[in-house]
Nanobody, 123 residues
């Protein structure tokens, strides 16, 4: 069982940066691949980024590639999403999620989810 808690969201101007954090409980955090997803009002939840259990493999949605960086610190049971050059279209609730195995861009593959943190980018 893993419990996830996101933090770091807020209001930022376009072009600005935010760093989201995901704190995980449990001793087996390093066994899980981690993902970040987001959901804007009236839209479906979409994949943002994922990272393997070791941190050695990452993958990004085309919409954030080159602007966002996913990372993790297994010693601290933490995952992060560094978001730079933010755009108004990045406005959404951001969720971290954990899954056994190699990770996926499909939300259905994830077993555990946080409660989400709001990111609002003003133009």
């Amino acid at each position: 069982q893993v419990q996830l808690v996101e933090s770091g969201g807020g209001l930022v101007q376009a072009g600005g940066s935010l760093r989201l954090s995901c704190a995980a409980s449990g001793r087996t955090f390093s066994s899980y691949a981690m993902g970040w997803f987001r959901q804007a009002p009236g839209k479906e939840r979409e994949f943002v980024a994922r990272i393997s259990w070791s941190g050695g493999s990452t993958y990004y949605a085309d919409s954030v590639k080159g602007r966002f960086t996913i990372s993790r610190d297994n010693a601290k049971n933490m995952a992060y999403l560094q978001m730079n050059s933010l755009k108004p279209e990045d406005t959404a609730v951001y969720y971290c999620a954990a899954t056994w195995g190699a990770g996926s861009s499909w939300s259905g593959a994830y077993n555990y989810w946080g409660q989400g943190t709001q990111v609002t980018v003003s133009s």
